[in-house]
Structures are given as C-alpha cells and as structure tokens.
C-alpha cells in the first residue's frame, strides 16, 4: 500500500476518529491514531505487545482485575496476550498506539544486549516524559507521507529499546501459548481448528477430557479469558490475515465463523476500533473532524 492512500479519509459519525495501518518494515506492525469520544472496546487480547502514548483526554480500561486510568502524557504499555477493554472517560481521549510484536522486540534487544530477550511489563501507565516524546515522534514520522529510511529505523530501535531497558523486566518473558495444563492446551486447539464453524461447549470440554464448568474454570485461570473471548480474539486475528488478500468481506466474515457480516463488522470493530473494510484500506478515520492535538 503507497502512503496516500495509506492517508485517504473516509467520513462517518459518532464524534470519534481513527486511522490504523501497518508497517511491512517492522514485521507488519499495526499503528492507529484515534480520538474516542463514544466508542468503547471489548474486552479482547492481541498477539502483539501494545505501546503508545496517551496524547490528550483520559482513557479508562479494565485490566488484570483492575480498574485503570491513563492520561494524557503518559506512556502505555501491555505485554501480548493481557485481556483489556477501554473506553473514553467524559472528556474523551487520543493516543497514538503501536502494535509491536514479540519477534520485533526480541530483535530490538538483539541489537542492545546480544540476546533475542522478550520483555515483561508489570506497570501499564509510564510517566516518562523522554519515552513519551520519542514514541510519539516515531508514530508522527510513520505517518507522515515523507520517510528517511535510516532516521525511521534509528528512531524505533531507540525508542522500543529504551521501552524494554527503562520499564521491562528482561528476566522473564511473557508467557507463550502452550504454557498451560495438557487439557487447556488440548480446548486451545479444538478452537483453534473450529474458527470458522460454531462450537459447542460440550464439545470443546469432550475435547479438552474435562467437565464442562471444570473447563471454563481452569481455561480462564490458564489463558485469562474464557474459551469464546479466546475464539473470538482468534476469529479477528485470523480476519485480519485474510483482509490482506481478495476475498470479499462477507466471504472472510464466514470464513471466520461469524454469523454475517454485520456481525463481522460489531465485532471486529468492538476489538480493533475500525471496520473491517476501513482496516482492509488500511486507513481509517471515522469521521471528518477537527484532529486532537497529538
């Protein structure tokens, strides 16, 4: 995709904004650029880590069992995998987030330490004003429609590795699927096989060797989600491989087990903040207003 149109506009309504697109020279990383006033997302989990700065407003989110807060200066960060939501408190919010993955960092920390390392990060909200302004310029220059390869490089390996250096726990990395009990990770491939086709929890529990209420109990201790928000996390991610090719939407939404593409649409956008056919196009604002200072 050229930058223009990664840049293109398309109007719609509800006060908010957003635009997302990826990377190919950072391993497909996903980068959004929004302002909610009204939208709020599902509780979900993304492969990648999450990282970016909170640029005006205050964002509210529900994450490891507790209610948070992020405002405007600080730094966000959320290792792959950790179940969130978020929505706009009553001023709203803007961020500029990055979607990094595992391989990316571990690559990053090559380059510092000599060893592919993958950080843990324990504290979500940073005040570090430094990092704040180095992440955010990064994610202006991705955006921006003039690119220098050696500056943009040279910027995101200082800023993810003063990320990991400052605030990660290099001793430990977060954890990988399959690091859980045998009959978890057996439910965690049945689902795994069945994206495009409804699942029964007697099934899946047939499946996993366990009870029903036996399962749902030891997979959300295991996992942090229960088997249908692991399903439908797994249905986005596996959507969003197939809108990088030709298939019409409603041939993805039934290709990743969802009822229509209305509800193709509800759901991905309640996970992603975007449309599937605005993630498809790669830029995606909804609506036309005047931008957040970011």
């Given at each position: ?9 398309t109007?719609?309504?509800?006060g908010?904004?957003a635009?997302?697109w990826r990377?190919?020279?950072f391993?497909g990383?996903e ?9 709020s997302?599902?509780p979900?989990?993304h492969e990648?880590?999450?990282?970016g ?5 205050t ?9 948070r807060?992020?405002?405007a200066?600080?730094v ?13 408190a009553?001023?709203?919010y803007a ?5 990094p993955s ?20 324990a504290?979500?909200?940073l ?12 994610h ?13 490089d040279?910027d ?10 400052r605030?990660?726990?290099?001793t430990?990395r977060?954890?990988?699927?399959g ?16 994206l ?5 929890l ?18 959300r201790?295991?996992?942090?989600t229960?088997?249908?928000g ?7 991610a ?8 030709p298939?019409?939407?409603a ?17 991905f956008?309640?996970?992603?903040g ?14 036309d207003?005047?931008a957040?200072?970011?």
């Amino acid at each position: 995709m050229d930058q223009q149109s990664a840049l293109n506009r398309t109007p719609a309504g509800g006060g908010d904004f957003a635009r997302l697109w990826r990377e190919a020279r950072f391993d497909g990383m996903e980068c959004l650029n929004a302002r909610f006033q009204r939208h709020s997302y599902a509780p979900h989990t993304h492969e990648t880590y999450v990282v970016g700065v909170i640029t005006a407003g205050t964002e509210l989110y529900r994450c490891r069992g507790t209610e948070r807060v992020a405002r405007a200066g600080q730094v966000v960060v959320l290792d792959p995998e950790v179940l969130h939501d978020g929505r706009p408190a009553a001023d709203g919010y803007a961020y500029r987030m990055f979607y990094p993955s595992v391989a990316l960092f571990e690559q990053a920390m090559t380059d510092a330490l000599g060893r592919p390392v993958a950080p843990h990060f324990a504290a979500m909200e940073l005040d570090d004003p430094e990092l704040f302004q180095a992440l955010r310029g990064l994610h202006h220059g991705l955006e921006g429609p003039y690119r220098e390869p050696l500056r943009t490089d040279t910027d995101a390996l200082r800023a993810f590795t003063a990320l990991a250096l400052r605030h990660g726990d290099l001793t430990a990395r977060p954890r990988d699927a399959g690091q859980e009990p045998a009959a978890v990770r057996r439910a965690r491939e049945y689902l795994d096989a069945h994206l495009d086709s409804p699942v029964e929890l007697a099934d899946l529990a047939e499946a996993a060797g366990l009870s029903r209420f036996h399962l749902l109990r030891v997979f959300r201790a295991a996992v942090g989600t229960t088997p249908h928000g692991y399903l439908t996390d797994r249905r986005v991610a596996q959507a969003k491989r197939l809108l990088a090719g030709p298939l019409p939407l409603a041939d993805v939404a039934l290709a990743c087990g969802f009822c229509d593409q209305a509800h193709f649409n509800r759901v991905f956008k309640g996970r992603v903040g975007v449309s599937p056919g605005q993630y498809r196009r790669g830029s995606n604002p909804v609506q036309d207003a005047p931008a957040v200072a970011a």
